[in-house]
């Protein structure tokens, strides 16, 4: 249908804002709309163990088809399933979902998203990516077996981009993405650049990685902590790359709990974690150039003294956001 396209990017700019943050389950979106290609509701998977995006967008579109508040107060994916199940009316028999991974067909920590759907009588799914893990898949084709219209592929080679961390997490591969904070004349140096709002979204995303990577120039030059200390989360173990070994141990980063820190003058020790993220100036981002393809950028709508970065070459942009008075862009190289 030739709305098909437009809401499914609804779905995948829906889950971007959750890029990394999901992990280790994968970013995805949803939509569900009535017959007129209207957005009745809209959902994104926020954090592993939380209700999927499918159910988010369902719960969106009751609130809106009933003005039923009571589905407000529950945050809980087992209590949101089991309310919608009790409470729809048939009201979603004419409706369509788009979702940009096939729903989930397992009992993991939250209940499948294909017997929700099932249940509520939803006449049509679309699906971009095909769930190829073995414990979730084939809730499209369970679907079809009860009888719903589901189709597959739409705007797949986009929601399959998406996919990127949890597909390299299913390969048993690390998903390595490089972190930059400019000014709006691309300055990264010269103390705090970005928004508290901006800093927060970084350490977010610090909880969600299992190893960060930086230079030891900036470890003796900044004396960074690199924790996740503004969302109260996990801080990732550290590999410092460096050709020199001796670094002053009053530095904060060797002292937080829980973490090791190790000094390298190769990356080898990347492949032993899932998520990787990488930090630092223009120097790392040189030596980095050739080994990285994905590339998180904040800027800052202010200028900045400084000398201006060259940024790699090939960059495309994959998604946008405003976040506090910054935007956060994730881009991916193309050689």
């Not at 369970?142 to 996919?163: H, I, M, N, P, W």
């Not at 924790?227 to 002053?248: N, Q, V």
């Amino acid at each position: 249908m030739p709305s098909d396209a437009s809401l499914m990017q609804k779905a995948l700019d829906a889950a971007w804002r959750y890029q990394v943050l999901t992990f280790p389950n994968p970013a995805v979106g949803a939509v569900v709309s009535n017959d007129a290609g209207e957005i009745l509701g809209m959902g994104a998977h926020h954090k592993a163990g939380t209700p999927h995006a499918e159910v988010l967008a369902l719960k969106e579109a009751y609130l809106t088809l009933t003005h039923d508040t009571r589905i407000e107060a529950l945050s809980d994916s087992m209590a949101l399933h089991l309310f919608l199940k009790e409470n729809h009316q048939d009201l979603f028999s004419h409706l369509s979902l788009h979702v940009t991974l096939e729903p989930c067909h397992h009992f993991g920590k939250t209940p499948p998203c294909s017997s929700l759907i099932e249940a509520l009588g939803i006449k049509r799914v679309v699906i971009g990516s095909y769930d190829e893990s073995l414990s979730a898949k084939g809730g499209g084709a369970y679907l079809q077996s009860r009888g719903v219209d589901v189709s597959f592929g739409c705007l797949k080679e986009a929601c399959d981009t998406l996919l990127t961390p949890f597909t390299c997490k299913e390969k048993k591969e690390p998903f390595i993405f490089y972190k930059l904070a400019l000014s709006a004349n691309n300055v990264a140096t010269g103390g705090t650049i970005t928004s508290l709002e901006s800093r927060t979204m970084v350490h977010r995303l610090r909880d969600c990685c299992d190893l960060m990577v930086i230079g030891g120039n900036t470890v003796r030059v900044d004396r960074p902590t690199l924790d996740a200390r503004l969302c109260e989360g996990k801080a990732p173990d550290i590999l410092i790359y460096s050709h020199h070994k001796i670094f002053d141990k009053s530095i904060s980063l060797f002292h937080v709990p829980n973490r090791h820190v190790f000094v390298d003058a190769t990356l080898e020790k990347i492949n032993a974690y899932s998520m990787v993220m990488i930090e630092g100036g223009a120097g790392m981002l040189e030596a980095m150039e050739s080994k990285v393809e994905w590339y998180l950028i904040f800027r800052s709508p202010y200028t900045k003294e400084g000398e201006e970065i060259k940024l790699p070459k090939g960059l495309q942009e994959v998604f946008s956001q405003t976040i506090g008075e910054d935007t956060m862009s994730w881009y991916r190289r193309v050689w």
